[in-house]
């Protein structure tokens, strides 16, 4: 927002009120990234949160990449299908060329109080477009394991760069009734994945997870380490061990130097509950640091929790036998 308004400056020397409300919300925003930052180290002794860390060790092994957080926001506009980028990027065209239109070229036909409004819904527009620009930068660099919630930073700025084009410099009615209307169309947009949902869920495989840690806490079985740790560490009680480093500040170092395994059995692990794709993807196997056939073939199965390999599927639970075995 203050890129924008400087530019906006720069232009027309007009809206010095608007950036230093900018430039406000810039500094606010500043301070709470510090005061994370701080809140980081208090807590584990590090500036940069574990799971920053180990998604930057990610990146080395899947690159620069725009496609997974393109396709994340495109599903705001739908089931994720060549419609709905078709949709999307239709509607994308005609807000800015509205906003060609409405924000810049009809300014000079209206009355100072109207070029004024115009001015301000201008640069809170080219803000927001920057915000979303900014938004997909930052996740192309590190586009491993990009999770739908992740979009709800950047929700905002997408509403606002599709609806304000649409409201009037004059009267903030307008711009209530175009957000609604916009709001609106979005909701519809999500229906059928919405009725999707009744008959397929997204992500079936989390029911074997559930199992999984039902199962552990049943069996009483203890020391156990999971890359997928969430669900079934919750189900379980709380005593699964995390291997991917996403909230676990020791396996930084281990995943770094490749040598996951002997943090496995410095920990005293004897057990591991994952899925399939875990210990079969080359990919999966060199971003966690455990690339070592070694200690692949010390993992026995002793309990599978449903019956497909595909994909997110194949959850098992596994005894890892002890070194030199």
């Not at 709905?84 to 036909?109: D, F, H, M, S, Y």
């Not at 009037?168 to 307008?174: V, Y």
């Not at 130097?257 to 196997?285: C, N, P």
């Not at 994909?311 to 070194?323: F, I, K, N, T, V």
């Amino acid at each position: 927002m203050a890129s924008a308004a400087i530019l906006e400056l720069i232009l027309h020397k007009q809206v010095y009120r608007l950036l230093v409300a900018a430039l406000a919300g810039l500094g606010g925003a500043c301070m709470g990234v510090l005061s994370l930052f701080f809140h980081d180290y208090l807590i584990s002794g590090q500036f940069v949160q574990s799971s920053a860390r180990m998604k930057s060790l990610w990146l080395q092994h899947y690159g620069l990449s725009t496609d997974p957080v393109v396709d994340k926001i495109l599903l705001l506009f739908g089931p994720p299908n060549f419609l709905t980028k078709l949709l999307a990027l239709l509607l994308i065209l005609l807000v800015i060329g509205i906003a060609v239109t409405r924000l810049w070229r009809q300014e000079g036909e209206h009355s100072s109080s109207h070029r004024a409004g115009v001015r301000s819904l201008r640069v809170v527009w080219l803000g927001s477009g920057l915000t979303v620009l900014g938004y997909v930068a930052l996740y192309a660099l590190n586009p491993a394991g990009l999770q739908h919630w992740y979009t709800a930073t950047v929700l905002v700025s997408v509403f606002a760069f599709l609806s304000l084009p649409f409201a009037s410099g004059e009267s903030p009615r307008a711009a209530v009734t175009s957000a609604t209307a916009m709001l609106a169309l979005l909701a519809c947009l999500q229906l059928p994945t919405t009725v999707g949902f009744r008959s397929a869920p997204e992500w079936p495989y989390q029911v074997f997870m559930f199992k999984a840690g039902k199962y552990l806490r049943g069996a009483g079985i203890t020391n156990v380490g999971s890359w997928n740790s969430g669900i079934i560490g919750y189900y379980q009680g709380g005593d699964v061990i995390n291997l991917d480093g996403l909230v676990n500040d020791e396996i930084y170092e281990y995943a770094e130097a490749e040598q996951l395994s002997r943090y496995i059995d410095e920990r005293g692990i004897r057990y591991i509950v994952d899925f399939e794709k875990m210990l079969t993807s080359d990919v999966h196997r060199r971003r966690g640091g455990y690339d070592d056939p070694d200690f692949v073939s010390r993992l026995i199965p002793i309990e599978r929790f449903d019956p497909v390999t595909e994909g997110w599927s194949g959850m098992a639970l596994y005894r890892l036998e002890p070194l030199g075995l």
